[in-house]
Protein backbone atom coordinates (compact mmCIF):
# COMPACT_ATOMS: atom_id res chain seq x y z
CA UNK A 1 0.00 0.00 0.00
CA UNK A 2 1.77 3.17 -0.87
CA UNK A 3 2.13 6.20 1.96
CA UNK A 4 0.53 9.47 1.89
CA UNK A 5 2.72 12.52 0.76
CA UNK A 6 4.30 13.79 3.56
CA UNK A 7 2.56 16.86 3.04
CA UNK A 8 -0.57 15.42 4.95
CA UNK A 9 2.18 14.64 8.00
CA UNK A 10 3.32 18.18 8.03
CA UNK A 11 -0.24 19.28 8.09
CA UNK A 12 -0.84 17.57 11.18
CA UNK A 13 2.49 17.98 12.83
CA UNK A 14 1.89 22.13 12.25
CA UNK A 15 5.58 22.65 10.29
CA UNK A 16 6.04 22.35 6.95
CA UNK A 17 9.55 21.29 6.10
CA UNK A 18 11.72 23.36 3.27
CA UNK A 19 14.31 20.37 3.01
CA UNK A 20 11.99 17.38 2.83
CA UNK A 21 14.57 15.11 3.26
CA UNK A 22 15.23 15.75 6.38
CA UNK A 23 11.44 14.45 7.46
CA UNK A 24 12.34 11.67 5.45
CA UNK A 25 14.73 10.37 7.48
CA UNK A 26 13.57 10.71 10.30
CA UNK A 27 11.31 8.76 10.00
CA UNK A 28 13.33 5.78 8.77
CA UNK A 29 13.69 3.48 11.47
CA UNK A 30 16.77 1.40 11.97
CA UNK A 31 15.36 -1.93 10.15
CA UNK A 32 15.39 0.53 6.83
CA UNK A 33 18.83 0.43 6.69
CA UNK A 34 21.33 3.56 6.32
CA UNK A 35 20.48 6.27 6.62
CA UNK A 36 17.98 5.72 9.93
CA UNK A 37 16.44 8.12 12.19
CA UNK A 38 18.74 6.76 15.30
CA UNK A 39 21.18 10.16 15.80
CA UNK A 40 18.31 12.34 14.90
CA UNK A 41 16.03 10.35 17.83
CA UNK A 42 19.38 10.68 20.11
CA UNK A 43 19.16 14.59 19.74
CA UNK A 44 15.35 15.16 19.70
CA UNK A 45 15.06 12.99 22.85
CA UNK A 46 17.71 15.75 24.58
CA UNK A 47 15.89 18.74 22.72
CA UNK A 48 12.47 17.28 24.39
CA UNK A 49 14.02 17.05 27.71
CA UNK A 50 15.47 20.58 27.94
CA UNK A 51 11.80 22.35 26.19
CA UNK A 52 9.96 20.35 28.58
CA UNK A 53 12.32 20.47 31.60
CA UNK A 54 12.13 24.72 30.86
CA UNK A 55 8.59 25.01 31.03
CA UNK A 56 7.71 22.68 33.93
CA UNK A 57 10.18 25.05 35.52
CA UNK A 58 8.39 28.02 34.53
CA UNK A 59 4.92 26.93 35.04
CA UNK A 60 5.51 25.32 38.78
CA UNK A 61 7.70 27.57 40.62
CA UNK A 62 7.07 26.22 43.66
CA UNK A 63 7.44 22.42 42.98
CA UNK A 64 10.86 20.79 44.02
CA UNK A 65 13.68 19.30 41.91
CA UNK A 66 12.32 15.59 42.55
CA UNK A 67 8.88 16.88 41.92
CA UNK A 68 9.90 18.41 38.58
CA UNK A 69 11.53 15.17 37.76
CA UNK A 70 8.74 13.44 38.41
CA UNK A 71 6.32 15.44 35.59
CA UNK A 72 9.06 15.59 33.17
CA UNK A 73 9.32 11.60 33.26
CA UNK A 74 5.86 11.61 32.87
CA UNK A 75 5.36 13.96 29.95
CA UNK A 76 8.29 12.21 27.89
CA UNK A 77 7.99 8.49 28.43
CA UNK A 78 7.60 6.49 25.32
CA UNK A 79 3.75 5.62 25.95
CA UNK A 80 3.02 9.65 25.97
CA UNK A 81 4.82 10.35 22.80
CA UNK A 82 3.24 7.39 21.45
CA UNK A 83 -0.51 8.92 21.79
CA UNK A 84 1.27 12.20 20.35
CA UNK A 85 2.56 10.07 17.61
CA UNK A 86 -1.17 8.45 16.98
CA UNK A 87 -2.90 11.87 16.59
CA UNK A 88 -0.07 12.67 13.33
CA UNK A 89 -1.28 9.01 12.26
CA UNK A 90 2.16 8.82 12.18
CA UNK A 91 1.97 5.20 11.36
CA UNK A 92 1.49 5.68 7.98
CA UNK A 93 4.47 7.67 6.65
CA UNK A 94 7.25 5.48 9.17
CA UNK A 95 9.99 3.72 6.75
CA UNK A 96 10.68 -0.03 7.78
CA UNK A 97 12.78 -2.87 6.77
CA UNK A 98 10.50 -5.53 5.45
CA UNK A 99 10.33 -7.97 8.20
CA UNK A 100 9.74 -4.79 10.82
CA UNK A 101 7.05 -4.06 8.33
CA UNK A 102 5.56 -7.97 8.18
CA UNK A 103 5.49 -7.88 12.00
CA UNK A 104 3.31 -5.29 12.44
CA UNK A 105 6.05 -2.77 13.45
CA UNK A 106 4.36 0.48 12.58
CA UNK A 107 1.53 0.25 15.07
CA UNK A 108 4.30 -0.39 17.59
CA UNK A 109 4.41 2.58 20.38
CA UNK A 110 8.45 2.51 20.68
CA UNK A 111 8.82 2.86 16.99
CA UNK A 112 6.28 5.47 16.87
CA UNK A 113 7.56 7.65 20.04
CA UNK A 114 11.15 7.45 18.07
CA UNK A 115 9.81 8.89 15.20
CA UNK A 116 7.99 11.30 17.57
CA UNK A 117 11.81 12.83 18.69
CA UNK A 118 13.61 12.44 15.64
CA UNK A 119 11.07 14.94 13.67
CA UNK A 120 11.93 17.36 16.99
CA UNK A 121 15.37 17.20 15.95
CA UNK A 122 14.67 17.63 12.38
CA UNK A 123 12.92 20.96 12.88
CA UNK A 124 15.41 22.13 15.29
CA UNK A 125 18.15 21.11 13.00
CA UNK A 126 15.86 23.60 9.99
CA UNK A 127 14.32 25.97 11.85
CA UNK A 128 16.18 26.22 15.32
CA UNK A 129 15.09 25.71 18.80
CA UNK A 130 12.04 28.36 18.58
CA UNK A 131 11.08 26.29 16.03
CA UNK A 132 11.37 23.14 17.58
CA UNK A 133 9.56 24.48 21.35
CA UNK A 134 6.61 25.86 19.07
CA UNK A 135 5.59 22.27 17.71
CA UNK A 136 6.60 20.79 21.10
CA UNK A 137 3.96 23.19 22.88
CA UNK A 138 1.36 22.78 20.43
CA UNK A 139 1.49 19.15 20.04
CA UNK A 140 1.57 18.38 23.99
CA UNK A 141 -0.93 21.33 24.65
CA UNK A 142 -3.92 19.23 25.79
CA UNK A 143 -1.38 17.48 28.15
CA UNK A 144 0.21 20.58 29.38
CA UNK A 145 -3.71 21.95 30.18
CA UNK A 146 -4.26 18.66 32.29
CA UNK A 147 -1.00 19.26 34.58
CA UNK A 148 -1.60 19.88 38.33
CA UNK A 149 0.77 19.36 41.30
CA UNK A 150 -1.03 16.26 41.76
CA UNK A 151 0.77 14.30 38.75
CA UNK A 152 4.06 14.38 41.17
CA UNK A 153 2.83 11.66 43.06
CA UNK A 154 5.68 9.18 43.25
CA UNK A 155 4.28 5.85 40.99
CA UNK A 156 3.21 2.91 42.91
CA UNK A 157 6.60 0.75 42.26
CA UNK A 158 8.39 3.48 44.07
CA UNK A 159 5.65 3.99 46.94
CA UNK A 160 6.36 0.02 47.54
CA UNK A 161 9.83 0.41 47.22
CA UNK A 162 10.38 3.03 49.53
CA UNK A 163 8.18 1.54 51.82
CA UNK A 164 10.16 -1.43 52.08
CA UNK A 165 13.12 -0.01 52.62
CA UNK A 166 11.76 2.35 55.29
CA UNK A 167 10.79 -1.43 57.04
CA UNK A 168 14.52 -3.24 56.38
CA UNK A 169 12.52 -5.25 54.16
CA UNK A 170 13.55 -7.12 50.94
CA UNK A 171 12.66 -4.93 47.82
CA UNK A 172 10.28 -6.49 45.64
CA UNK A 173 9.99 -8.78 42.83
CA UNK A 174 8.45 -8.80 39.76
CA UNK A 175 8.28 -11.98 37.72
CA UNK A 176 6.81 -12.05 33.86
CA UNK A 177 4.18 -14.52 34.21
CA UNK A 178 2.43 -14.32 30.67
CA UNK A 179 3.35 -12.11 27.07
CA UNK A 180 0.17 -13.02 24.93
CA UNK A 181 -0.87 -11.20 21.44
CA UNK A 182 1.46 -10.12 18.36
CA UNK A 183 4.49 -8.35 18.34
CA UNK A 184 3.05 -4.85 18.09
CA UNK A 185 -0.10 -5.73 20.61
CA UNK A 186 1.37 -7.47 23.22
CA UNK A 187 -0.57 -7.95 26.29
CA UNK A 188 1.61 -8.78 29.68
CA UNK A 189 1.02 -10.42 33.14
CA UNK A 190 3.64 -9.13 35.64
CA UNK A 191 3.45 -10.94 39.45
CA UNK A 192 4.76 -8.56 42.25
CA UNK A 193 6.06 -10.69 44.85
CA UNK A 194 6.86 -9.44 48.53
CA UNK A 195 7.81 -11.88 51.41
CA UNK A 196 4.77 -12.24 53.85
CA UNK A 197 2.46 -10.63 51.48
CA UNK A 198 -0.11 -13.12 48.62
CA UNK A 199 1.22 -12.37 45.11
CA UNK A 200 -0.09 -9.47 43.16
CA UNK A 201 -1.18 -9.70 39.24
CA UNK A 202 -0.40 -6.50 37.14
CA UNK A 203 -1.34 -6.64 33.21
CA UNK A 204 -0.38 -4.00 30.82
CA UNK A 205 0.86 -3.09 27.21
CA UNK A 206 4.28 -2.72 28.33
CA UNK A 207 6.26 -4.44 31.49
CA UNK A 208 6.36 -0.99 32.85
CA UNK A 209 2.83 -0.49 32.92
CA UNK A 210 1.94 -4.26 34.31
CA UNK A 211 4.58 -3.43 36.96
CA UNK A 212 2.87 -0.52 38.42
CA UNK A 213 -0.50 -1.80 38.49
CA UNK A 214 0.67 -4.98 40.24
CA UNK A 215 2.83 -2.84 43.07
CA UNK A 216 -0.03 -0.79 43.15
CA UNK A 217 -2.46 -3.48 44.10
CA UNK A 218 0.81 -4.93 46.24
CA UNK A 219 0.31 -1.07 47.75
CA UNK A 220 -3.37 -1.90 48.33
CA UNK A 221 -3.22 -5.36 50.37
CA UNK A 222 -0.15 -3.79 52.58
CA UNK A 223 -2.26 -0.89 53.81
CA UNK A 224 -5.52 -3.27 54.41
CA UNK A 225 -3.67 -5.25 56.44
CA UNK A 226 -1.49 -2.52 58.31
CA UNK A 227 -5.29 -1.54 58.90
CA UNK A 228 -6.36 -4.55 60.15
CA UNK A 229 -3.78 -5.09 62.65
Not at 82 to 105: C, D, R
Request: glycine share 6%.
Amino acid sequence: MPKPPLIELEKNLGYSFKDQSLLEIALMHRSSGAPNNERLEFFGDSILGFVISEYLFQQFPKASEGQLTRLRARLVKKETLSIIAKSFEIEKFVTLGPGELQAGGAQRSSIQADAVEAIIAAIYLESGIEAAKSCIHSWFAAIFDGLSMKDVQKDPKTQLQEWLQSKHLSLPEYELKECDGPAHRQIFTIECLVEGYPPQSGIGKSRRIAEQEAAGKMLEVIKEQKNND
